[in-house]
């Protein structure tokens, strides 16, 4: 079973939860998420199975879209709803103003997460460090916010926003610095990931009707295929004369035949009569493998001879 299944992550659980219920509805021993959402957040989470996740490595993972709720008034010590409160305030802006910090805050940008995040230092996640209450220097880094787009008020002082960004990206942290930035403590109340890369959550699948799909025996209709998050990347279509080459993954001379044009260390997807086998990058004159992944019928033939 090698593809990726984009499910929609409920509130409250694990993404490494996630993982543990799709390997029992699949029966697949080597399945992965790629890309963490958090506990508290919901959205899409893509899981790769089988040898999918060799291709890890090349997933469009950069281009990431959240629908975020920012509530103003209270600035909490994870930057979220479930944190202890550090600072409030009633200086409550309008959308006017919160459009000017959202201007602001586009761009490539300096954040420093809350203790309470994933990131790792000394190889312990600083959440684990922050409840044995050590005192840890949170790395500052650099990401890409491509827009902030407010959408409409909510509730409580709080306001929708949705947010194209790039890898790496903590929207908790932005809503935390969009109080800064309004002279307003804010933390952030809701989260919803509805883009990681070539996943949307137009064609997410729930976690229950993902159970129901495997009581029913239909969920393997709902995998997508190795090359399906792959689009960004060139084709190459192997001539038949090269199959043996392919199946042994042998390196492939460029050369006499319609061979791509790529730069030396550029990575292609690779065909042959028209199936998925795999990525290739160029070494000189030649395609090395990178991640080889052979179509379902030619395992099988491998696994009768």
Same mark, same amino acid.
């Given at each position: 079973?090698?593809?990726?299944?984009?499910?929609?992550?409920?509130?409250?659980? @694990?993404?490494?939860?996630?993982?543990?219920?799709?390997?029992?509805?699949?029966?697949?021993?080597?399945?992965?998420?790629?890309?963490?959402?958090?506990?508290?957040?919901?959205?899409?989470?893509?899981?790769?199975?089988?040898?999918?996740?060799?291709?890890?490595?090349?997933?469009?993972?950069?281009?990431?879209?959240?629908?975020?709720? $920012?509530?103003?008034? @209270?600035?909490?010590?994870?930057?979220?709803?479930? !944190?202890?409160?550090?600072?409030? !305030?009633?200086?409550?802006? +309008?959308? *006017?103003?919160?459009?000017?910090?959202?201007?602001?805050?586009? !761009?490539?940008?300096?954040?420093?997460?809350?203790?309470?995040?994933?990131?790792?230092?000394?190889?312990?996640?600083?959440?684990?460090?922050?409840?044995?209450?050590?005192?840890? +220097?949170?790395?500052?880094?650099?990401?890409?916010?491509? @827009?902030?787009?407010?959408?409409? *008020?909510?509730? =409580?002082?709080?306001?929708?926003?949705?947010?194209?960004?790039?890898? !790496?990206?903590?929207?908790?942290?932005?809503?935390?610095?969009?109080?800064?930035? $309004?002279?307003?403590?804010?933390?952030?109340?809701?989260?919803?990931?509805?883009?990681?890369?070539?996943?949307?959550? =137009?064609?997410?699948?729930?976690?229950?009707?993902?159970?129901?799909?495997?009581?029913?025996?239909?969920?393997?209709?709902?995998?997508?295929?190795?090359?399906?998050?792959?689009?960004?990347?060139?084709?190459?279509?192997?001539?038949?004369?090269?199959?043996?080459?392919?199946?042994?993954?042998?390196?492939?001379?460029?050369?006499?035949?319609? @061979?791509?044009?790529?730069?030396?260390?550029?990575?292609?997807?690779?065909?042959?009569?028209?199936?998925?086998?795999?990525?290739?990058?160029?070494?000189?004159?030649?395609?090395?493998?990178?991640?080889?992944?052979?179509?379902?019928?030619?395992?099988?033939?491998?696994?009768?001879?």
């Amino acid at each position: 079973m090698n593809g990726f299944f984009n499910i929609l992550k409920p509130t409250g659980m @694990s993404s490494a939860a996630v993982v543990a219920v799709m390997r029992r509805l699949t029966g697949e021993k080597r399945v992965g998420h790629a890309g963490t959402l958090d506990p508290e957040a919901a959205g899409v989470l893509p899981i790769m199975t089988g040898k999918a996740a060799r291709l890890f490595d090349y997933l469009t993972d950069k281009e990431k879209e959240y629908v975020a709720v $920012c509530a103003f008034g @209270s600035r909490t010590d994870t930057q979220d709803a479930t !944190g202890e409160i550090l600072e409030t !305030g009633e200086n409550y802006p +309008d959308r *006017e103003a919160i459009l000017r910090a959202a201007a602001e805050l586009t !761009g490539d940008i300096r954040q420093v997460p809350s203790i309470y995040s994933a990131i790792k230092v000394g190889g312990k996640p600083l959440y684990l460090r922050a409840r044995k209450g050590e005192n840890v +220097d949170v790395p500052e880094r650099i990401v890409h916010i491509e @827009s902030i787009e407010v959408l409409r *008020e909510m509730p =409580d002082h709080g306001v929708e926003i949705r947010v194209c960004c790039g890898k !790496g990206t903590y929207i908790r942290t932005l809503c935390d610095d969009l109080g800064v930035k $309004c002279g307003c403590p804010a933390h952030m109340r809701s989260l919803l990931r509805t883009r990681s890369g070539a996943f949307t959550i =137009d064609n997410a699948i729930p976690l229950e009707e993902a159970r129901a799909l495997a009581e029913a025996g239909t969920l393997t209709g709902r995998m997508l295929p190795p090359d399906w998050p792959l689009g960004h990347l060139p084709r190459t279509d192997v001539p038949e004369r090269m199959s043996k080459r392919v199946a042994n993954g042998a390196k492939i001379p460029l050369g006499g035949w319609n @061979s791509p044009v790529l730069p030396e260390g550029g990575v292609t997807r690779v065909y042959l009569d028209n199936e998925f086998w795999g990525l290739a990058v160029r070494e000189g004159k030649e395609l090395a493998w990178k991640a080889q992944i052979a179509p379902e019928a030619a395992e099988e033939k491998q696994g009768c001879e």
